[in-house]
């Protein structure tokens, strides 16, 4: 099992300009997060999908946007990119009550825009 | 609000001390605590979970409900216990959304 997987790891974009981050798990969980974590801070939650076809917003959604199609993708998408949005980005998976509600994360996405 | 404070962005301490990393929480019900860790080039991983009251890799963290706190401890630090550690805090309806706290850079030196 590879587990959560993300891409790009590293992305520079312009001011304006758009970008989907991907993530997949090949985990069967039903319960994915994308979260960002800027400098000496914590992890924020951006959004987060409960099963395929539902989604919801986290702490900190302004600027994103998300689909879940399928279990496995959960593909999240900068539509104009800001420089508040330079960050890294960490996509994670879990399965409700299995492994007392572990979260399994993926490598990271660092976006710098500019 | 939920909401978790770890006091202290950086510790070092000498290898074979003792270390406690602070962990407290604000929530209203009964929440459950978790500890991540973060290894050089590696992804954030769980390490405990105070649910399970377990010890792993000599460390262990008991959830005090009346300090509202969660403090991570090991008796005698190792190097490779160099690593950023986030307590984090999953109020019991949050369809397990994690709150993180911003994180401890702990340093172990020789």
């Known amino acids: 099992n590879a587990g959560v997987t993300q891409t790009p790891k590293f992305r520079i974009l312009k001011i304006g300009q758009s970008m989907t981050l991907q993530c997949t798990q090949d985990m069967n969980h039903n319960y994915m997060y994308w979260y960002r974590q800027d400098p000496g801070m914590g992890l924020k939650l951006i959004y987060y999908s409960v099963g395929a076809g539902i989604t919801d917003k986290g702490e900190v959604p302004n600027g994103y946007n998300v689909s879940r199609s399928t279990t496995e993708d959960f593909p999240l998408r900068l539509e104009l990119a800001a420089p508040s949005q330079t960050s890294v980005y960490f996509c994670?998976?879990?399965?409700?009550?299995?492994?007392?509600?572990?979260?399994?994360f993926g490598p990271g996405t660092r976006l710098t825009v500019l | 609000a939920q909401r978790v404070t770890q006091p202290e962005k950086l510790l070092s301490v000498f290898k074979g001390a003792p270390v406690e990393l602070k962990c407290n929480y604000s929530?209203?019900?009964?929440?459950?605590l978790f500890w991540y860790v973060q290894y050089s080039r590696q992804r954030l991983q769980l390490l405990l979970r105070h649910i399970s009251r377990e010890s792993i890799k000599g460390f262990t963290a008991d959830l005090n409900k009346g300090e509202t706190s969660f403090h991570l401890k090991k008796p005698f630090a190792q190097e490779e216990d160099s690593a950023m550690y986030y307590c984090a805090l999953r109020g019991i309806q949050g369809a397990q959304k994690l709150v993180f706290g911003q994180g401890t850079r702990l340093t172990i030196n020789p």
């Open positions: 994670a998976s879990s399965s409700p009550g299995a492994n007392y509600n572990e979260q399994f």
């Open positions: 929530y209203s019900g009964s929440p459950e």
